[in-house]
Structure formats: C-alpha cells, structure tokens
C-alpha cells in the first residue's frame, strides 16, 4: 500500500464528519489536464468520461487543509495504481463527495464491534478502529496477501485482530474470510458488524454471520467495495 496526502484550500472545511468517508477521485487523460463533471456527472462536449475510482479518507487535517489516501498497488494494471506508484508532489487530481459508509450510531447500544474487510476496505476499518470509544471491544478480521502487507492498527479500547492471508491466491478467489467470520470467538451480549471489501466475498460473510452465527441483519452494515468478475483478467483495478 502507499499512503498519499492531497492538499488544497478546499481541504480545509471538506465535510469529513465520519471515519472512513468515501470520496471519488477523478484521473484525467494522459497528458491532460482534469476536467471535471458538471450536475449529474455530466462531461463537456467533447470531453470524454474520465477515470474515475471511489477511496476511503485515511485521515484528514483541516488545519493544513490536507486528506490522506492508501492505494493499493499492484503494478500497472489499472490507471489509479500505475498512478500511485509513480505519483510525485505537484500532480494533480480531481475530486467529489465525501458521502459517509460509518456511522457511529450504527453502534449505539451494542457492547462489541467486528469489523471485517480484505486490503480495499482496510482503510476504513483503521480509521474506524482508531474513533471507536474505549468501553466497547473490537476484533477485526482482516485479509491480505501476506505477512508483509499487516498494518499497525490503533484504538483505544480492546481490539483484537486476526490477519487473515491468501499466500499466493488471488483477492476475490477465496473466502477465507468467510471461513474466519464462522470461528471467530464473539463477546457476550449484543454486537454490531461492519465489513467492506469483494462483493462475493461479503456477501458470503454476511450469510455466514447471519444463518450460522444468529447475528441479526439490521445489526450489520457489509459492503461490496469492488466486483471480482470485473476486474479478474487485472485490467482496470
């Protein structure tokens, strides 16, 4: 992963209220110079439709009107991680949003959090971890490729994590964290569940949570971050 920070004047009062808000960052042609949409992402006339890809806020300052992002890379396969691995100060970049996937009272009442997510919704599972508050227990269950990718994760209660390791299998062809999300050892009383990452993959860990564990639907907020089938022949991650 590589962690870059964007600064712009706007930066200073964006609307960041929640961890792990998602904005889209928009990459123009090579060459060229961003443009960006009008109402209804709607380009000019002439102008094609520009890459653009959706990412979790890491961090943001408001006093040095700054927002980090972590990209994953994995070669140039796709034009947001061939653009990360060579990103340099002064380049720049379109933006929209933020729009929130976290909400602190999604929680409310509950005793315990599990939070799940492979390296796409890592982000937002370390910035959630890090607000949430010390009376409530957390686990995280986390799927990377390998020993070298785990992160130092920070909160300020109990958070307990189990790295989850795919060896050598692709993102999206194991559901090893569904495996995880059936043995994982639960606190008493009543929790809530936030995960994000392959749409097969959480959907598969909602199921399980839900049919084998009686973890209850309105308890769990699991999202699909990105779609094995549309993007296994590595082309446009």
Known sequence: MVRIAFQTPGFADFPVEQPGEIVTLIWPDDGAEVVLPADGWRFPDGVPEQHAR??????HDPATATLEIDFVVHGDHGTASRWAARAQPGDRLGYAGPRFHW?????????????IADETGLPALAAIAETLPAFQRAIALIE??????RQPLRCAGRLDVTWVERGGVHAGETLALADAARTVALPD??????????S???????????EQRGIERSAMHILGYWKYDDTK???DA
């Open 54 to 59: 959706n990412y979790t806020v890491r961090r």
């Open 103 to 115: 909400h602190h009272e999604h929680g409310d009442g509950a005793a315990w959090n599990l939070l």
């Open 144 to 149: 990377v490729e390998n020993a070298a990718e």
């Open 189 to 198: 009383g009543a929790g809530h569940v936030w995960g994000a990452g392959e």
């Open 200 to 210: 097969g993959v959480m959907r598969a860990v909602r199921d399980c949570l839900r």
């Open 233 to 235: 022949d590595w082309i």
